[in-house]
Structures are given as structure tokens and as C-alpha cells.
């Protein structure tokens, strides 16, 4: 089965820096890549997701960029705010619907 | 749009009680529903999936079940809770044909 793995599991930052999360997967036929953010004491929220056919996809401060070759796609966050503090989660999905999900990273941006 | 909800949002049961944890869609028809549990405020363990009414599929053996009696009602129960069961349980959807979840607020338990 698909395996997951990311890093790091605790990233600080400065607020107004950069934060770079990094996810990497064993299956070669996982198509599908989504990320989520929690907040403390609520469900993760979807905030971006791409999929294979597409090296990069930007929103606003945050872009996800995928490498299929390497198989490994990373969440980037620009001009990190206090409020970006929270666990974000990478996942995989390919034709099971069912995605494997990372470990997660807590990041923590202080003021 | 649609809505997922779970209740309650807490629960403290004592150990041997039995449990039933309820989550509903709101806004789509037919859509594949999951359990999920949270230990240690981290990673994300997926207990039961649904793909249809009377349809569950278990990843992970335990004392814990799950029922969809209904289309949007996805049920987790238990008849005696252990003291391992303490958690965040997340129910998450997702459309028939596409991989996106969505999850719902949580149920935090607490089994004394």
C-alpha cells in the first residue's frame, strides 16, 4: 500500500517568514494531492490539493508544488501570519478514493 | 453547499459503557463516508469507510463498529468502552467519484 511520509514534525517560524513542508509517497499510481490544516480542537480543512497532471498550484500565500519523478510534493507558505499556526496534513489518493495521510507538521509562527 | 455535522462534540463515558457517535451530510446524495480517529493530537487513523446505505468496510480490527442505516448517517458504536478508545473521532465525506474529504468538527472522547 501507499506510504507517506513528512517532515518536519515541528516547524517555528517568524511571522512575515517562509515555511516549507515536505511530503513524499511510495506509489507510483497515486494521482491525487491534497492538503489540510487543523486547528486546535477542530477537523482538518481542506486548503489546496493537486494532482499529477499539474507541477504547481498557487492560492494566494500558499502553493503546493509536486514532483512525480522524485515523488515527493511540498505545501509552501509565504508571509506566515500568527493565525497560520496549526497542524497541516499532506495526503495521497489513487483510484481507491482512500487517501494515506502524513504524520502531520505543527507549525508555529510567532508574532 | 454541503454540511457535515457530528455530535456531540464531547463525550466522557466511563471504561465497559457503550458508545454511539452520530455524523449527517447535508447537500449531496450518495456520498462515500469515513471514520476517522485522532490519538495523541496527531496522525489520522482510518477505522471505517461507507461507499452506501448497509456498506462498511473496516480497516482496523477492534471493539468498535459502524453502521450507515442511513444515505447521509453514518453511526459509530461500541458496546464496552475501553480506556484505549480515548480520542478525536472524525467523520469525513467524499464524493462517489472523486477522492476530496471533507471532515466534520469531531467528537472528542474520553473514556475514564
Known amino acids: 500500500g501507499e506510504n507517506v511520509e513528512q517532515h518536519p514534525s515541528t516547524l517555528s517560524v517568524q511571522e512575515g517568514d517562509s515555511a516549507v513542508i515536505k511530503c513524499t509517497y511510495s506509489d507510483s499510481a497515486s494521482n491525487y494531492f491534497p492538503w489540510y490544516k487543523q486547528e486546535l480542537g477542530k477537523g482538518p480543512q481542506l486548503i489546496i490539493d493537486i494532482r499529477s497532471n499539474v507541477g504547481e498550484k498557487k492560492d494566494q500565500r500558499i502553493a503546493v508544488t509536486l514532483n512525480k519523478t522524485a515523488k515527493h510534493f511540498s505545501l509552501h507558505i509565504t508571509e506566515t501570519q500568527p493565525e497560520d499556526s496549526a497542524v497541516y496534513f499532506c495526503a495521497a489518493a489513487g483510484g481507491s478514493y482512500i487517501p494515506t495521510f502524513g504524520r502531520g507538521t505543527s507549525l508555529i509562527v510567532h508574532p | 453547499s454541503q454540511t457535515i455535522h457530528q455530535w456531540p462534540a464531547t463525550l466522557v463515558q466511563p471504561v465497559g459503557s457503550p458508545l454511539s457517535l452520530e455524523c449527517t451530510v447535508e447537500?449531496?446524495?450518495?456520498?462515500?463516508l469515513y471514520w476517522y480517529r485522532q490519538a495523541a493530537g496527531r496522525g489520522l487513523q482510518l477505522l471505517f469507510y461507507s461507499v452506501g446505505i448497509g456498506q462498511i468496510s473496516s480497516e482496523v480490527p477492534q471493539n468498535l463498529s459502524a453502521s450507515r442505516p442511513q444515505d447521509r448517517q453514518f453511526i459509530l458504536s461500541s458496546k464496552k468502552l475501553l480506556l484505549s478508545d480515548s480520542g478525536f473521532y472524525l467523520c469525513a465525506w467524499g464524493r462517489g467519484d472523486a477522492e476530496t474529504q471533507y471532515f466534520g468538527p469531531g467528537t472528542r472522547l474520553l473514556v475514564l
Open positions: 447537500g449531496t446524495s450518495n456520498p462515500n
